[in-house]
């Protein structure tokens, strides 16, 4: 049973970084095998695509993320990471991540961690 779990959420003051971490167990293949991916939910909110790293290495963000955030691997470990800098208060939300069950980003899926608070405030 694949199981997907993050940490590394908190309160921090806007400007400041964060890097969360998500382990992946349970997986007969490496975790570069598929496409992983960060997403994040605020309530009320549909849920958002905020970075993306298909099995060939390739990474695509959210603009509003764009040249703040970046998603990162470690196969040998099948770790997941995302390291957020710069963070302002529009970026509160339950950060979540995903792994697919094919080598690029799809509609939805196949498995989900259950979830990280990261919240900015002063």
């Known amino acids: 049973q694949v199981q997907l779990v993050e940490s590394g959420g908190g309160l921090v003051q806007p400007g400041g970084s964060l890097r969360l971490s998500c382990a992946a167990s349970?997986?007969?293949?490496?975790?570069?095998?598929?496409?992983t991916a960060w997403y994040r939910q605020t309530p009320g909110n549909q849920r958002e695509l905020v970075a993306s790293?298909?099995?060939?290495?390739?990474?695509n963000y959210a603009d509003s993320v764009k040249g703040r955030f970046t998603i990162s691997r470690d196969y040998a470990r099948n770790m997941l990471y995302l390291q957020m800098n710069n963070l302002n208060p529009e970026d509160t939300a339950i950060y979540s991540c995903?792994?697919?069950?094919?080598?690029?980003?799809?509609?939805?899926?196949?498995?989900w961690g259950q979830g990280t608070q990261v919240t900015v405030s002063s």
């Open positions: 349970g997986m007969t293949f490496s975790i570069s095998r598929y496409a």
């Open positions: 995903a792994l697919f069950d094919a080598m690029v980003v799809t509609r939805e899926p196949r498995y």
């Open positions: 790293i298909t099995s060939g290495g390739s990474t």
